[in-house]
């Protein structure tokens, strides 16, 4: 088991393009989340997964952003028509959900986003 | 809503000395985590030590503990005999039920030789 991990590491992309960013989580994980941290900033939670089913999102996920978890395996986020202010750092998290209340989240190394 | 306040940017003692972390929220939730995140430059965010809202009893991780003061909804960090790898971002992070995360902005360590 290598941990959470996410590609790419770094996506620089023209203002308007649209970008996909991939995370596969810890195998058999069944909670898959999605955080974004702007610079000087802490992690912001966008949307979360239990296996395939979206659960919720925020209300910083615009209509241009999507994101997508497949027979509950990994999951992809694509942001259509980018903006400077997306910017950011991508951070996304999995966990083994049981029902209890605590279940550790862990981290992968995250996609750090520059829209020019 | 939820939320955390760090109110110390940054951070800066030298190696082998204690320094304390501060780090306040707001939760009209009676049972809750409340976690430290280490965030080391370029690298991914790691636990450091967690602190269930029903223990009144402070959590303790080798050199990390934590004063949890419940009523005053303050959750601070100690670092004893610091370490220069302990250099990094800090993040204080409050779990409800829901599972997700709350953040606080950070606080950037850095341990001097």
Known sequence: DTGVSQNPRHKITKRGQNVTFRCDPISEHNRLYWYRQTL???PEFLTYFQNEAQLEKSRLLSDRFSAERPKGSFST???QRTEQGDSAMYLCASSSFSGIFYNEQFFGPGTRLTVL | AQTVTQSQPEMSVQEAETVTLS????TSENNYYLFWYKQPPSRQMILVIRQEAYKQQNATENRFSVNFQ???KS???KISDSQLGDTAMYFCAFMPYSQKLVFGQG????INP
């Open chain 2, 107 to 110: 606080t950037r360590l850095t």
């Open chain 1, 40 to 42: 000087g900033q802490g």
């Open chain 2, 23 to 26: 780090c306040t929220y707001d």
């Open chain 2, 75 to 77: 959750f601070s960090l």
């Open chain 2, 70 to 72: 419940k009523a005053a």
């Open chain 1, 77 to 79: 986020l694509e942001i």
